[in-house]
């Protein structure tokens, strides 16, 4: 059986048995308008709002697939019918711990026309720029002083099942998207990500995605415009108000189309990262593999395909935290103090408890593979099939990754 798999730029098409379990997300049509649904959504939450001097409008980083040339046009022309133009608007990007765009990478995120129209920062956890909001926990919230300093915060995000603070966009936009390092670093801290309530699609009792939303609730944005998005990266829904309610309604939407049954567990499960952007480097598609997991056999194997076109990447822990892990098993362990990226091998290292990991990627060489105690492998379908010889093993398929959210029954 033929398969397509989401990978990089462009699928990749693998040969699987023909009685594998392929999994994906309910693909809904998109939307007749997309630019006006985000417009009416928009206009209706600033219907009352007296005409701002300073405007911050949030939006996602490189490696998230949010549509902002769609969403970002409409909800710009609102903001100028209300007298708020590129002189009153900043464009400020959420980067958490990530990267920040080259030039040429913001303007292919946001378009080269609104790059040169109007101001667009981002974000720098490290930078002296964070001011104190509140405490949760007891732990300093400090996020980025150019959100809060505006008279009308927007942020906006693109929804999806994510593997330990239950959905993206809401309020991760604010934290850890505009956060200080420090609070990043106890929003992911170990004992948080191992609780076993730090998963796909779950908020009341998430521990991670509690602290996020408390501490966005110490400055919320005047309002949120969360999307949901199909295969084809076109808005299937658009969902604008204030948080946590729009949020919340968003999550629910899209649980129904994400979240699938399988029929049990299987000992070889092949998945991606979703493509381009998501898998432009290792430490994203760890996600992926945590999708896997979910169900895969207790000594299954995990075959993954991620282009991972920015390699490990260089900046940031991660790569150091692995090379220095002894094992597998260390790099799970929850004891200890926050260290950045130390959330993504802490997830890859319980991955790793459950099934080997065998994985595909033109961006990393064998030994960077090797160095993340995974198995590089140079054809998914071969690696498939050396993992059932004898025709006793069960496959399944994520093509989409961590798009779909599988769950045995």
């Known amino acids: 059986m033929r398969v397509s798999l989401a990978y990089g730029e462009a699928d990749l098409a693998v040969e699987l048995p023909v009685d594998a379990v392929v999994v994906t997300p309910t693909d809904l049509a998109g939307l007749d308008d997309e630019q006006e649904a985000v417009a009416r959504a928009v206009r209706d939450s600033l219907k009352d709002a007296a005409r701002p001097r300073r405007v911050v409008v949030v939006f996602p980083d490189i490696t998230r697939p949010m549509p902002n040339r769609t ?24 980067t958490g711990t990530h990267r920040p765009a080259t030039p040429d990478e913001l303007a292919e995120l946001v378009g080269p026309d609104i790059v040169a129209r109007y101001r667009v ?35 906006t995000g693109f929804v999806e099942p994510h593997f330990f603070a239950g959905f993206s966009g809401g309020p991760k936009g604010v934290c850890p998207g505009l956060a ?50 199909n295969r084809q990266r076109r808005l299937t829904a658009v969902f604008a108000g204030p948080l946590p309610d729009s949020h919340l309604e968003a999550c629910r939407f899209v649980e129904r189309t994400a979240m699938q049954v399988v029929p049990g567990r299987f000992d070889v499960v092949v998945s991606t990262n979703g493509g381009h952007p998501l898998d432009r480097n290792l430490y994203q598609a760890v ?6 997991e979910r169900v895969v056999a207790t000594g299954g194997t995990i075959v993954m395909a991620a282009a991972c076109r920015d390699g490990l990447p260089a900046e940031g822990e991660f790569a150091r935290l692995l090379t220095e892990a002894p094992s597998a098993a260390a790099l799970a362990g929850a004891e200890g103090s926050p260290v950045q990226d130390r959330w993504q091998t802490q997830v890859l290292g319980r991955v790793l408890t459950q099934a080997r990991v065998q994985l595909f990627s033109d961006g990393l060489t064998n030994d960077e593979i090797s160095s993340a105690h995974l198995e590089p492998i140079d054809d998914v379908s071969e690696a498939v099939a050396r993992a059932v010889s004898g025709g006793q093993g069960r496959v399944c398929a994520l093509p989409l990754g961590p ?3 599988a769950t045995p029954a």
């Open 121 to 155: 920062e981002q974000h720098v956890a490290t930078s002296d720029t964070h001011e104190e909001v509140g405490t949760v926990d007891g732990v300093p919230i400090l996020l980025d002083g150019r959100y809060l300093q505006a008279d009308l915060r927007i942020v």
């Open 403 to 405: 798009l779909t959210i």
């Open 180 to 229: 200080a390092l420090s609070t990043i670093l106890e929003a992911h801290s170990p004992a948080r990500i191992a609780d076993r309530r730090a998963t796909w699609a779950a908020l009341d009792d998430n521990p991670v995605h509690r602290f996020v939303r408390r501490a966005a609730a110490l400055a919320p944005p005047d309002f949120s415009v969360d999307v949901a998005i």
């Open 71 to 94: 969403v970002l046009p409409p909800l710009l022309a609102e903001l100028e019918a209300i007298g708020a133009g590129p002189g009153e608007v900043l464009l400020l990007c959420a």
């Open 287 to 292: 996600k992926g593999m945590a999708a896997a």
